[in-house]
């Protein structure tokens, strides 16, 4: 799915979405099918596989040019537990020729937080190898601010369930400007997901959200439709 940069409107790059084309079932989305990953323990490979293939689509954009995208990947829980991560990321990177700025890594506020103090070792050696650092879902766990100051994140992400009521929810938009304020006092991007209306991109972008996606601005897409939609909106 693209991002987008709020004030510009221009794309900045992409988040890796997993779909599982089952030959019964059709098209499934994650919800149907990781959490039986996770159980089984499956989820590390295929978190290998997509941290690979996202490397590797984006060395063929940056090759053709979209130097200052990134592309981001959601890590589950357990792979980010996982030992391996650390060389596992270093090995996709180096693998395809990647600079390491050109992926953000996405975690989730929850498991950011469930064990800081390893959560911080492993995030640490991540940022020091230079990849870009998102909290993802932000405001929906139980953060620890004393812990989040020092999180070396570049990036929080708004989660869709406080943007999409937006319009009716005056405590909806509170915590966003909220979000919004606490990142740009941190000094760090702020992306808002889930955009689907006019108002909302409107309201985000007046807030001060650095970078949007959504419905709205772009539908998930595999890559080699991806680009001509976004050749097509930047003519309009």
Request: hydrophobic share 45%; net charge negative.
């Amino acid at each position: 799915q693209p991002k987008f940069d709020a004030l510009s409107g221009r794309a900045i790059g992409a988040e890796a979405l997993l779909r599982w084309e089952h030959p019964q079932h059709g098209l499934l989305l994650p919800d149907k099918f990781i959490e039986l990953a996770e159980k089984t323990g499956v989820i590390i490979a295929i978190g290998d596989w997509v941290l690979n293939e996202a490397c590797r689509q984006m060395q063929v954009w940056f090759a053709q040019g979209y130097r200052d995208w990134r592309i981001a990947v959601n890590l589950s829980a357990l792979q980010f537990c996982h030992a391996g991560l650390v060389t596992s990321v270093a090995n996709a990177l180096q693998r395809h020729q990647l600079p390491a700025n050109s992926l953000t890594l996405e975690i989730t506020e929850t498991t950011a937080m469930s064990d800081a103090d390893a959560s911080m070792r492993v995030l640490q050696a991540l940022s020091k190898m230079g990849v870009d650092l998102s909290i993802d879902d932000f405001g929906t766990g139980y953060s620890s601010l004393m812990y989040l100051k020092r999180l070396p994140a570049n990036e929080l992400k708004i989660d869709r369930g406080f943007v999409r009521d937006l319009e009716h929810d005056s405590d909806d938009a509170a915590i966003v400007s909220a979000i919004v304020a606490l990142g740009q006092a941190l000094g760090l991007r702020i992306v808002a997901e889930g955009v689907e209306t006019d108002m909302q991109q409107d309201f985000l972008t007046r807030l001060g959200c650095n970078s949007l996606q959504g419905f709205l601005l772009g539908q998930p897409l595999p890559a080699d439709t991806f680009m001509s939609a976004i050749v097509a909106r930047e003519r309009l």
